[in-house]
């Protein structure tokens, strides 16, 4: 069964660059959400879409945007970053907002240097 | 925002011992899931369940939801159970972002 893709899998940034993240959600799958795992943490939400609209935020920082496409991808994209922003990103999509199990992506680990 | 307790933090087994874990919530929930993340960091839905028992194999989860607790239960553990188990919760009228427990490490040996 096709899963959550995410791309790139690493990703090594220094300081103050930008980093922009994507996420293919399973087919037919119309709720897709990114969430920030740091090293021995649990996964925190970031933001949420659902029919390409952003339907719940998070934790999510200024620095930080997101959105939903046509075709359901979903990008993250990361300004500014800092040393702190090292993390895994995962992305995850349901069927319907929140009635669903949740499939999460591999995650894109994000060094930044 | 709702507190997601589990507990035990850390579990160390041998194989085909059984466990369980547990998982309380602070608040009325609408939304249930158990995760397994693997030593490699992928995350795995094992339940979805708000309400009521499931069984998966050798895994099994029961939530009370009037009382605010769900429990995992793993029996036979093998050494390919090995990892952190997740609780989430979805709380009531505020959104539909998953909220996740600290989680429990399990490490099962052979």
């Known amino acids: 069964a096709a899963g959550v893709i995410q791309s790139p899998r690493h990703l090594i940034k220094e300081k103050r660059e930008t980093a922009t993240l994507k996420c293919y959600p399973i087919?037919?799958?119309?709720?897709v959400y990114w969430y920030q795992q740091g090293p021995g943490q649990d996964p925190q939400f970031l933001i949420s879409?659902?029919?390409?609209?952003?339907?719940d935020k998070g934790s999510i920082p200024d620095r930080f945007s997101a959105q939903q496409f046509s075709d359901y991808h979903s990008e993250l994209n990361m300004s500014s970053l800092e040393l702190g922003d090292s993390a895994l990103y995962f992305c995850?999509?349901?069927?319907?907002?929140?009635?669903?199990?949740?499939?999460f992506g591999n995650g894109t680990r994000l060094t930044v240097t | 925002g709702i507190q997601v307790e589990q507990s035990p933090p850390d579990l160390i087994l041998q194989e085909g011992a059984n466990s369980t874990l547990r998982c309380n919530f602070s608040?009325?929930?609408?939304?249930l899931q158990w995760f397994h993340q693997n030593p490699w960091g992928q995350l795995i839905n094992l339940f979805y369940?708000?309400?009521g028992t499931k069984q998966n194999g050798r895994l099994s989860a029961t939530t009370v939801a009037t009382e605010r607790y769900s429990l995992l239960y793993i029996s036979s553990s093998q050494t390919t159970d090995s990892g952190v188990y997740f609780c989430?919760?979805?709380?009531?009228?505020?959104?539909?972002?998953?909220?996740f427990g600290k989680g429990t490490s399990l490490l099962v040996t052979p």
């Open positions: 608040d009325s929930v609408n939304n």
């Open positions: 369940i708000p309400s």
């Open positions: 879409f659902y029919e390409k609209m952003q339907s």
């Open positions: 995850a999509s349901s069927s319907g907002t929140g009635r669903s199990p949740l499939h």
């Open positions: 087919p037919r799958h119309d709720t």
């Open positions: 989430a919760v979805e709380q009531e009228n505020s959104g539909y972002a998953l909220n």
